[in-house]
């Protein structure tokens, strides 16, 4: 019974394309936009997650005031003593690396450009997962003489030195020339900023010879790291009790500084990410119900349209169930044929803009499968009442109907 219902369904489907074609567009559009809000905003999530993963494992960031974005003024920088009472008073830490940024004039012989020049230590690239394509990192006694060698990111080696190796060459930071020793592996965007846009020397050697100042307090950032197994609240609160002895807080004073986890602030980004995407799906999700409507109006004309021939069948001995369950089959089969058309179309939209944006295609069989089952359900309940409809026409009115 049920296979002969769907035959029907399908040459009644054939018999009028066009307006089956109308009928069903609401739900491919419903279905497409809801896969499609829900699989980016997935592949968002993921590259927001990655973004913050190249920054370090294990990462915490001790910054000045009020963390990113404008400083308030007065508030102190970092020192070196600073740095090392973290490394010696602080249980958990595995490395510190204190952190001077600058944005200087980097000139290779007629190339110029203005980069962002990081001063630390060795253990600066460990701590932030730097990974070498060619030469070496800066040593230890470099660092500590101030030695004028430098290690590039790929854009600065891209766009100073095209297709040439750079490895041995000398170029002019800000007041100095460096020679550079290292070329570091790619990492992409984070947000807005390109981290490979950098230059990463000595913070002694950016002290005493590129920028020409130095005081007792020009660290901008202390990069930390947690050691395996460590609890991160338990080092941050750690550091923010070292911190406000050293910065000579009060009780009642709030922190002039600001001990960021990037494992906190991913999952807090992933989780705005998420929210965002359900808020999404949700709204797409109302040109479902609306595609509903329009099956069940176009079904309401189809009775009418075949109130004749339903008629017939009532006459020669069909049931009033079998009628019902010959146009819900049918508004099933148009609502389910919507399904897999927007199912594709979803998938092809996501592939697409997924390598447009530059975010993972992040393929979810959970969410295709309930947005299939969705369509489906819509079909029912929106074709329940054109099938109860024809189920109750009386035999005799439906054959005088013309």
């Known amino acids: ?239 923010t009790s070292l911190m406000r002895e050293r910065r000579n807080l009060g009780p009642n004073e709030d922190n002039n500084f600001t001990v960021m986890d990037t494992r906190q602030f991913a999952e807090t980004m992933a989780s705005s990410t998420k929210t965002m995407t359900s808020l999404l799906a949700a709204v797409a999700g109302v040109s479902l119900l609306v595609g509903g409507i329009g099956i069940m109006n176009i079904m309401l004309v189809s009775v009418t349209e075949r109130t004749r021939e339903i008629g017939i069948r009532l006459s020669i001995g069909a049931t009033t169930h079998e009628v019902l369950l010959q146009f819900l089959v049918e508004a099933v089969t148009l609502s389910c044929a919507g399904g897999i058309v927007g199912i594709v179309l979803a998938l092809a939209m996501c592939f697409g803009l997924s390598q447009i944006i530059h975010i993972p295609f992040a393929f979810d069989v959970q969410i295709n499968v309930i947005a299939f089952f969705f369509s489906a359900a819509v079909g029912i309940l929106f074709g329940f009442a054109p099938a109860r409809r024809a189920a109750r026409l009386d035999p005799i009115e439906a054959l005088r109907h013309e």
């Open 1 to 239: 019974m049920f296979w002969n219902a769907f035959l029907i369904a399908l040459r009644e489907i054939r018999r009028n394309l066009t307006r089956a074609f109308l009928t069903v567009l609401g739900v491919i559009i419903g279905v497409s936009a809801v896969i499609t809000m829900v699989t980016l905003g997935q592949g968002t999530t993921q590259a927001v997650r990655d973004q913050i993963s190249s920054m370090g494992s294990n990462l915490l960031m001790v910054m000045p005031g009020a963390g990113f974005g404008p400083r308030t003024p007065g508030v102190p920088n970092f020192s070196i003593d600073d740095v090392e009472s973290i490394a010696e008073q602080v249980g958990g830490v595995e490395s510190v690396a204190p952190v001077r940024s600058a944005s200087l004039s980097t000139i290779y012989l007629q190339k110029s450009r203005r980069t962002s020049v990081t001063g630390s230590t060795a253990e600066y690239f460990p701590i932030n997962k730097w990974v070498l394509s060619d030469g070496r990192f800066f040593e230890e006694n470099e660092a500590r003489t101030g030695a004028a060698v430098c290690v590039i990111g790929a854009t600065v080696s891209r766009e100073l030195f095209g297709g040439a190796d750079p490895l041995g060459s000398q170029i002019r930071v800000g007041k100095a020339s460096c020679e550079v020793v290292g070329v570091l592996k790619a990492k992409g965007q984070m947000g807005m900023r390109d981290q490979d846009d950098t230059i990463i020397v000595p913070l002694a050697t950016l002290q005493r010879r590129l920028s020409g100042y130095r005081s007792s307090r020009d660290i901008n950032m202390i990069s930390v790291s947690a050691a395996d197994g460590a609890s991160s609240d338990e080092i941050t609160a750690a550091i």
